[in-house]
DNA sequence: CACGAGACCTGTTCGC
DNA sequence: TGCGAACAGGTCTCGT
């Protein structure tokens, strides 16, 4: 899916208005077509229908990877997953190939959640905190210190690259950007998170926030057919390069796999045990 | 607790 | 050219 910097990207564009669309904040909810209504995790199609219609919404927030529009009562909460996508599009122009979810507003304007893969989720929640709260610490924030991290690291021996995935652990990375942090970091993949010294924590620490900041800079990143604009993939040095030289030393990048998700890292640089 | 397998879906790319 | 396999930015549940 679309990961923190995508995620934030897409935010930005709704929160400000883009393309002409108006910003987003403001606008009232005055239709509701659900052409996967299973995309509805919470709560029934017919009483999301029911309860979103006439709603404003309020603001346009983002916790890890979840989109969270607080509407005038309740919040609404979309989760983008592999291939989602939301944007606005004038009202009337035919529904295009998996625009699934679409809410009618009051500007003219729609708001269209396209996803082919059909795993995205759309919940409206009374008390959003439920489900945000499980959520680990935002790896952008204030909160979000490198003693923060050792502690978190050490309290558990997990792998390092399934963890940086788990949103428990922290919020908003995915399989690029836990790629391009522990190669940053110049971490192996499948070292276990309570070996780590304090310096490869610090490293661990900034790996993640340059990664992501990174990410951001370039508006996230366009990936085969699902095109948001970014252009992050053009500067990956490790994720999805197997083969190419890492940008550091040379050596060819290598693709292993771990906790079945595929994972690209450096072997000269990345060693599992340090040089 | 940590981890692997399988499920949920469609579309593109790869290999023979 | 054709066709099946592998693969894809994620998360959940189940079993060991």
Redo the contacts with the bound molecule.
């Keep these: 899916?679309?990961?923190l910097?995508?995620v934030e990207t897409i935010r930005l564009a709704l929160r400000q208005g883009a393309g002409g669309a108006p910003k987003l904040p403001g606008q009232r909810i005055e239709g509701v077509r659900l052409g996967w209504p299973?995309h509805i995790a919470a709560p029934s199609p017919a009483a999301f229908r029911r309860r979103i219609l006439g709603q404003t919404i309020q603001d346009v927030q983002r916790r890890?990877?979840y989109l969270v529009l607080p509407l005038t009562q309740g919040t609404l909460l979309i989760?983008?997953?592999?291939?989602g996508d939301l944007g606005m599009l004038p009202a009337g122009e035919p529904p295009r190939?998996?625009d699934h979810t679409i809410l009618t507003l009051d500007t003219g304007w729609e708001l269209r959640f396209n996803d082919?893969?059909?795993?995205g989720k759309v919940l409206l929640l009374p008390r959003p905190e439920q489900l945000l709260g499980?959520l680990g610490p935002e790896p952008l924030s204030s909160q979000f210190t490198r003693q923060v991290l050792a502690d978190r690291l050490a309290?558990?021996?997990?792998?390092l690259k399934?963890?940086l995935?788990d949103?428990s652990f922290v919020a908003g990375?995915?399989?690029?950007y836990?790629d391009e942090a522990l190669h940053r970091a110049r971490l192996h993949p499948m070292r276990?998170?309570d070996s780590l010294r304090p310096e490869e924590v610090a490293a661990l620490w900034r790996g993640i926030r340059q990664a992501l900041r990174a990410g951001l800079r370039h508006n996230?990143?366009?990936?085969?057919?699902?095109?948001?604009g970014?252009d992050f993939?053009n500067h990956f040095r490790a994720?999805?390069r197997t083969g190419e030289p890492c940008p550091v030393c040379g050596t060819p990048i290598q693709?292993i796999?771990?906790?079945?998700?595929?994972t690209h890292f450096c072997p000269q640089c990345q060693q599992e045990r340090p040089a």
């Design positions: 899916m679309p990961e910097p995508e299973r890890g990877k989760h983008l997953m592999m291939s190939p998996h082919p893969r059909k795993f499980g309290g558990r021996g997990r792998r399934p963890l995935l949103q990375l995915g399989n690029i836990a276990r998170s996230g990143a366009s990936i085969d057919w699902v095109y948001r970014g993939q994720y999805g693709r796999v771990v906790g079945q998700r595929s």
